[in-house]
């Protein structure tokens, strides 16, 4: 049996996370098969009834895919809650290279990921210095509060 991953988010914004998302992961926002000109044009043409489709829904992608194919699609479902605790799952974003690399150059590649993520959304809510362990990596939350590491 074949099988593809599809990891899916929970949120309250999709044009605001798929914005935010593509730009950390490097992907792009999905477009909508067929020649079809949004989602929404795309899944009426399908047959999915008009009702279930709540306004502006399709409009934008909802969906982030990587441009070479290897890496999961990223789905963001629209639901009516907000995020309430600290989420079970999360992305670690591995920019510094692993231990081979010496730390200060690691610290360096997670510090300019970390500003660049800060520009477009994100904010810092700790930062893990131990240099004695040979360990540097932050933990940020995205624009809706969904948590990340970067590493």
């Not at 800060?118 to 969904?146: H, K």
Request: aromatic letters at 8%; a negative charge; glycine letters at 10%.
């Amino acid at each position: 049996m074949e099988m593809t991953l599809q990891v899916t988010i929970d949120c309250a914004d999709a044009p605001t996370l798929v914005a935010f998302w593509s730009e950390a992961l490097g992907y792009i926002p999905e477009p909508p098969p067929g020649g079809h000109g949004t989602w929404r044009e795309y899944w009426l043409a399908a047959g999915v009834p008009e009702e279930e489709l709540p306004d502006g829904v399709g409009e934008t992608a909802e969906s982030i895919v990587d441009p070479t194919g290897r890496g999961p699609r990223v789905w963001f479902q629209e639901v009516p809650e907000a995020k309430t605790a600290k989420n079970r799952m999360h992305f670690d974003l591995k920019v510094g290279g692993g231990r081979d690399v010496p730390l200060e150059v690691r610290t360096r590649r997670v510090a300019d990921t970390v500003e660049r993520l800060v520009a477009v959304g994100a904010r810092v809510l700790r930062v893990s210095d131990e240099p004695e362990a040979g360990q540097y990596g932050v933990t940020l939350a995205d624009p809706e509060g969904n948590e990340f590491c970067v590493v």
